[in-house]
Each structure stands twice: as structure tokens, then as C-alpha cells.
């Protein structure tokens, strides 16, 4: 069992940045890929990030790479993602998910827990 939980959402204009936290409980987190997503209201969810348990590599969507980073630190059971330059059209709740799957897993459906999400909002 894994709980999920985001933080670090917000309303900030655009070029600005924000650092999203997602707070795991459980007792094997560092087993698990954690993947951060995002849907916008009308839209379907869209993948962002994800980062493998151990942490040797990171895969980005196109739309954010070169802006979005994600990282986690094992000891405190939380993966990140700083994301800079934010545009308007990153606006949405943004997810937190996990999945026991290795290797890359850009669906949703490859995902046994999420978080409630937390809303970010960049303005023009």
C-alpha cells in the first residue's frame, strides 16, 4: 500500500517557477518508478515525468523538457519537479503516481497508486 500526496501548487505568472513535492508513505519506495502527470479541465491526463527507483535516469515529455526536472530523494520518501520558465498552457492539476514497472510507463493505466493532485496556475 502507497499513499500519495501533492504539494507545492500554486498561481504564478509566466517565466516564474514552482517546486512540486509528492510525499510517499510505504515501506518500499525506493522499488517504485515515481511519474508526475497533469490534466488541464476538457483534456485528457498527460504525462510529464517520470524517475526509475533508483533514480539512474529521468524521462521528460516533449513539451517540457529543457524546463522540468524531476528528482527524489529516497531517504525522505518525496519526489520532486521543478519546473521553470512556466507557460500558460502548463496550467492544470498536476499528479503524482507510482508504478513497481520498470522501465518507461507514459500511461496512466501502468500506474497502481496516485495522489489527489495539486492545481497550478500560470498566468499570461
Known amino acids: 500500500q502507497v499513499q500519495l500526496v501533492e504539494s507545492g501548487g500554486g498561481l504564478v505568472q509566466a517565466g516564474a517557477s514552482l517546486r512540486l513535492s509528492c510525499a510517499a508513505s510505504?515501506?518500499?519506495?525506493?522499488?517504485?518508478?515515481m511519474s508526475w502527470f497533469r490534466q488541464a479541465p476538457g483534456k485528457e491526463r498527460e504525462f510529464v515525468a517520470q524517475?526509475?527507483?533508483?533514480?539512474?535516469?529521468?524521462a521528460l515529455a516533449d513539451s517540457v523538457k529543457g524546463r522540468f526536472t524531476i528528482s527524489r530523494d529516497n531517504g525522505k520518501n518525496t519526489v520532486y519537479l521543478q519546473m521553470n520558465s512556466l507557460k500558460p498552457e502548463d496550467t492544470a492539476v498536476y499528479y503524482c503516481a507510482a508504478t513497481p514497472n520498470i522501465g518507461i510507463r507514459r500511461s496512466p493505466l501502468g500506474y497502481d497508486y496516485w495522489g489527489q493532485g495539486t492545481q497550478v496556475t500560470v498566468s499570461s
Open positions: 524517475i526509475p527507483g533508483s533514480g539512474d535516469y529521468t
Open positions: 510505504g515501506r518500499t519506495f525506493s522499488s517504485y518508478a
